[in-house]
């Protein structure tokens, strides 16, 4: 299947297109990526998502699919070639996505909670679903690892995908709150697998550093603050 007709539409610091440049990495597929800035936003990422008019987009072709987890699975069924990404056991697969899922409803959006808090005891209680997320996290990849590198297995898998691409705004709390969320105590073999996951081939230069992502969530803090009201 050709791959010079895929393009990405996204955002670097966005963890959910980090995703999708993480499972195209994994089938070494080549791919045009489209930089959003988003204010405004573009006639192609416009008449791509008319729906939720959000990024990611993957344009395959003149076929557009948005939505990163839906993007992920789409990418490991269309590109047979390469690591499978999915489980093909038909209940680690289904576990994958329920564990996917609750990233994405339950656990993901305290992260945005803790950028709106504003008293220390806000965040401290935010920080500590946090923490007690990444420990339930911690219980099934042990459970469910069976000593192996990743949840996936020996290679990066859907769960990697679905919880390592949100290292970068993990880290940027870990540095902006000096509160480790990964310890040797709590979760020691999360721990050493984020240090794998980001440093596997497919992840190297996509995931932004958190100082990064500290200057361009001040950049768009400060966008906000000069917009007009309405």
């Not at 269309?78 to 056991?89: E, N, Q, R």
Request: with cysteine; proline share 6%.
């Amino acid at each position: 299947m050709a791959t010079s007709d895929v393009k990405l539409l996204g955002a670097s610091a966005s963890p959910f297109v980090n995703r999708v440049q993480v499972a195209l990495n994994v089938k070494s597929i080549d791919y045009e990526f489209i930089q959003e800035n988003l204010n405004p936003k573009s006639e192609l990422l416009l008449r791509s998502n008319p729906v939720h008019k959000k990024i990611p987009v993957l344009i395959h072709g003149d076929k557009p699919i948005c939505e990163s987890l839906v993007i992920v699975q789409y990418i490991d069924e269309a590109w047979t070639k390469g690591p499978s990404i999915l489980p093909s056991d038909p209940y680690d697969r289904v576990t994958a996505h329920f564990w996917a899922t609750y990233i994405d409803d339950k656990w993901f959006p305290l992260f945005m909670e803790l950028r709106m808090a504003q008293g220390e005891e806000e965040k401290s209680v935010l920080i500590e679903k946090i923490v007690e997320g990444l420990v339930l996290l911690e219980e099934l990849f042990v459970k469910g690892g069976k000593g192996r590198a990743f949840f996936g297995g020996d290679s990066i898998g859907y769960l990697d995908i679905a919880l390592g691409c949100s290292l970068g705004w993990l880290r940027m709390v870990e540095l902006t709150t000096e509160v480790k969320l990964l310890t040797e105590t709590k979760t020691p073999k999360l721990l050493e697998w984020a240090e794998r996951f980001s440093s596997a081939q497919a992840v190297k230069n996509v995931i932004p550093e958190p100082e990064k992502l500290i200057e361009i969530l001040k950049m768009y803090q400060s966008r906000a603050k000069a917009a007009p009201a309405n």
